[in-house]
């Protein structure tokens, strides 16, 4: 190595060093640090002892733990309405008409937004005597008022909407991006063999789509296995355990209830549960359909 | 289909779909401006019989909104500072450098991005605690500095800037902290501001971190203050619906006069 590459590589260090130093300390420590946490009784309280894989034999006859879980798959069924719809909003904005960019902020509005806010928007929403049970009463659809966020059946599927409600913009600006990067004579060429719109759609928009797709899958399936904002400003998991996810399930261990190492545990169950979901959708995007982009 | 009846049909699916997303905000809007009307009464009020300003006056004087404001913008302030300086510090090497243990570099910031971390709330709050940050903004602050998204975003920026400009600047004689500083700094504004809106939009909204390092709820930021006197005055609806306006409304205006920039951003996201 010579002398200026050296030199090079030295100021290089030096002003990566802040930022690195932050990262080491907020990014890679909490990854390592978990590992060995998990395997310890660590809380406020007690002296710290190792407690092997106690933890874990521990978390795996949890019920709550084992619901929450669940109740954080059943999260995952937003993924693919979201996908759907938000394609479907971004080729609508993708029209070439006057105003069309205002309605674009329009729908952007609810992502820029507190969580807060848009909950207790819709606890209002959604209360007894709230607007929406008016008007589904109003429109024939409803019989007699429903307490959607507290009643167990309905709860958790309510909240899923309000996730879905605040993220379908982010996702519609993700596939708007991508829908503009297609060239306008492929649709051209398709027109000219015949194709109506809903073909140009299918055979495509859809197949050219497909790595916006795949990286909207992903994220939004991380997003939904680790939901938390909505979960815990509107029901905290209740009734019962209706609600309760593993991120939520996992707050009340850490940080309520000062149980470190065995919140640390479930922390990595998950984490390895949401590793194992992204090589999941990698594979499902693989298989079949157009492999033209 | 004439080009009328199209532009018909795709303008009434626009407006239906822009109710949907922001009628909620124009109701909570409506609630805010009819001072003692109750959300719950039957029918419910659904657009403004009447509009007064009492909520926001009298919620403006209760809930000492100005001492809430300061504690947002100060937050909100050091988070943006923060992640510009470091992750543009970080960025320009692995864009512009050749030097030993790049590929190391890149490796390590990829695999953040690869496992997730499901328990990093936990052993931050053990981090700050041992720093003896607890209860201060810079313990909000600081776990959230840098990220590794912003580093590729300015990564990407960086490598738009053409090579001559620190060749030029090294051929007078200036230090690579000047070249960084005075000649590439100012080229990638675009990246900066991307960051700059992103970031204002996280630390802003950011609720739950706040309330676990922040003993003193004097000490909290908006969105956490809402939380927390929503259970106080939850019976006081104008008031919440007031406040609630008054929290989401500068974020609202930012976004609706920088939204080019943010959108660039936001695209970017999928080549980053």
Not at chain 1, 14 to 34: H, K
Not at chain 2, 106 to 135: D, E, K, R, W
Not at chain 2, 168 to 190: H, N, T, Y
């Amino acid at each position: 190595m010579n002398k200026a590459m050296r030199s090079e590589s030295f100021t290089a260090w030096a002003f990566m060093a802040p930022g690195l130093l932050f990262l080491a300390l907020f990014t890679f420590w909490p990854m390592i640090y978990g590992i060995p946490l998990s395997l310890t009784d660590y809380s406020v309280i007690a002296e710290t002892k190792y407690v092997g894989l106690d933890n874990f034999t521990r978390a795996f006859q949890d019920h709550n733990f084992l619901i929450s879980l669940w109740n954080s798959l059943v999260y995952v069924l937003i993924v693919p309405v979201i996908q759907i719809l938000s394609i479907l909003m971004a080729i609508l904005v993708n029209s070439r008409i006057p105003g069309v960019k205002m309605f674009r902020a329009a729908y952007y509005i609810p992502v820029v937004t507190s969580m807060v806010a848009v909950a207790l928007i819709w606890s209002w929403l959604l209360g007894n005597n709230g607007v929406v049970n008016y008007l589904l009463m109003q429109a024939g659809i409803l019989s007699e008022q429903v307490s959607w966020l507290s009643t167990s059946s309905t709860a958790l599927y309510v909240l899923m909407f309000i996730t879905m409600w605040k993220g379908l913009g982010y996702y519609m600006m993700l596939y708007l991006a991508g829908l503009q990067g297609i060239p306008a004579d492929l649709y051209e060429a398709a027109r000219v063999d015949g194709a109506g719109p809903l073909r140009l759609i299918v055979n495509v928009t859809i197949p050219l789509l497909r790595p916006h797709i795949l990286f909207c899958t992903l994220i939004s399936v991380m997003g939904a296995i680790r939901v938390f904002d909505e979960v815990y400003i509107l029901t905290k998991g209740g009734p019962g355990t209706s609600t309760l996810t593993s991120s939520v399930y996992i707050f009340q261990k850490g940080l309520e209830q000062f149980n470190f190492g065995y919140a640390s545990a479930l922390g990595l169950i998950v984490s390895v549960l949401v590793g194992a979901l992204s090589v999941l959708v990698f594979r499902l995007n693989r298989k079949g359909g157009v492999n033209s982009y | 289909m004439a080009k009328g009846q199209r532009y018909f049909i795709i303008y009434l699916l626009l407006i239906l779909l822009a109710l949907f997303m922001m009628g909620p905000f124009l109701w909570l809007l409506s609630v805010s401006l009819m001072p003692g009307r109750n959300v719950f009464a039957s029918p419910p009020a659904i657009l403004p019989t009447f509009i007064g300003f009492d909520n926001y006056v009298q919620v403006w004087e209760f809930m000492e909104f100005p001492r809430y404001i300061w504690n947002t913008v100060v937050i909100t302030l050091l988070g943006v500072v923060f992640n510009i300086l470091l992750s543009s510090l970080t960025a320009y090497p692995l864009a512009t450098f050749r030097f030993k243990g790049r590929n190391l570099v890149f490796t390590l910031l990829i695999s953040t991005m690869i496992i997730p971390s499901a328990t990093a709330m936990i052993v931050h709050y053990l981090t700050i605690q041992s720093l003896h940050l607890g209860n201060t903004f810079l313990g909000v602050v600081l776990p959230a500095a840098v990220s590794v998204f912003n580093i590729f975003l300015m990564r990407q920026t960086f490598l738009g800037v053409p090579a001559d400009i620190r060749d030029s600047g090294k051929m007078d004689g200036a230090s690579e902290l000047r070249i960084f500083l005075q000649l590439v700094m100012p080229l990638v504004k675009p990246g900066i501001a991307v960051i700059g809106l992103l970031e204002v939009m996280a630390f802003w909204n950011n609720f739950l971190w706040p309330i676990v390092v922040l003993e003193d709820p004097q000490k909290y930021p908006l969105a956490a203050a809402l939380t927390y006197l929503n259970g106080q005055f939850s019976y006081n609806f104008g008031w919440i619906a007031a406040g609630t306006m008054i929290s989401v409304l500068p974020i609202i205006i930012v976004f609706l006069f920088t939204q080019k920039y943010y959108m660039e951003g936001i695209a970017g996201a999928i080549k980053g």
